[in-house]
């Protein structure tokens, strides 16, 4: 029996969130870590690192439908945006189709993220619409 697409992913989600649960950038590091795919930095390093043409990333856009449906397929899927001082990124796990915000896993530095919750509650509605969305397809073996 074949693994469902997108179970490491919420699998190692799950494991990396109470440890990281108030580090954003620390918990997407360390899911990405278990997956065998290399982020480091802040969160705002992250979001240019992922947004870099050579990066191997898949630059999503603003497009949560999108990101949904990469998530959905198996892929790494990261939302990110940055801010002066510290972004925030949230790791994308499958979200049922026609949801209208993916739900993911994320930490939130000086305080305490959240698990498989819509992405709505990550971002305040003036600033979710700029969210961008990167995937890369997860290594073999992971």
Not at 2 to 9: D, E, M
Not at 23 to 29: A, I, W, Y
Request: glycine share 14%.
């Amino acid at each position: 029996m074949s693994t469902p697409p997108g179970s490491a992913i919420e699998t190692a989600s799950r494991q990396e969130w109470p440890r990281w649960k108030s580090d954003c950038s620390g918990f997407v590091h360390a899911v990405a870590g278990d997956l065998g795919i290399a982020l480091s930095g802040n969160a705002n390093a992250m979001v240019d690192a992922m947004d870099a043409k050579a990066s191997g990333w898949i630059d999503l856009g603003h497009d949560p439908a999108l990101a949904i449906g990469y998530a959905n397929r198996g892929f790494f899927v990261v939302a990110g945006l940055k801010a002066a001082g510290h972004g925030h990124v949230v790791v994308i796990v499958p979200t049922s189709p026609g949801s209208r915000y993916p739900v993911g896993y994320w930490g939130r530095l000086g305080g305490v993220g959240r698990e498989k919750t819509g992405i709505n509650w990550s971002w305040n509605h003036h600033d979710l619409p700029k969210v961008d969305y990167y995937a890369k397809p997860v290594p073999e073996g992971h």
